[in-house]
């Protein structure tokens, strides 16, 4: 079974597994300073800044929809096993921005970076900015 996350205009998200579906968070406005990234980490698959976010690290790569980012995904993470082959010590992390509404299916993002067996982690910017 699959989970799937969509962002909604207002600032919530949609999430749904199988016949169950939850809206999630409510649309507020960040404190001056707050920081409004949250990270969790599983498998190690981190996903982060599932919301709007001001300050976007350099390094980050931009995918304008979801077959992009899953691509985008593979090829850091093949890119991160060719040097971990080579002897590079602990999980890369690796940055994308993905803008706009769109359904993610976790399940099809961490197969992307190698499963149970990741070789990045992955930090994924969602910007709820629909235009």
């Known amino acids: 079974m699959s989970i799937s996350v ?3 205009p207002d ?3 949609t999430v749904s597994c199988g016949t169950e579906t939850v809206i999630v968070g409510a649309p507020t406005a960040p404190k001056a300073g707050a920081p409004v990234n949250k990270r969790g980490h599983h498998g190690g698959f981190v996903v982060t800044s599932i919301a709007p976010s001001t300050k ?5 790569e931009t995918a304008l ?4 980012l899953i691509l985008k995904l593979k090829a850091a ?3 991160a096993g060719i040097k971990a082959s ?5 999980l890369p992390e690796a940055h994308f921005h993905l803008k706009g509404a769109h359904t993610l299916d976790v399940a099809k993002l961490t197969k992307s970076i190698g499963g149970e067996n990741p070789t ?3 930090h994924i910017h969602w910007d ?4």
């Open 11 to 13: 600032g919530s998200f």
């Open 56 to 60: 976007l690290p350099p390094d980050i």
């Open 86 to 90: 080579a002897g590079k010590g602990s």
């Open 65 to 68: 929809d979801t077959k992009e």
């Open 128 to 131: 709820a900015d629909h235009g």
């Open 6 to 8: 969509s962002n909604n």
């Open 77 to 79: 993470s093949s890119r």
């Open 120 to 122: 990045i982690l992955a």
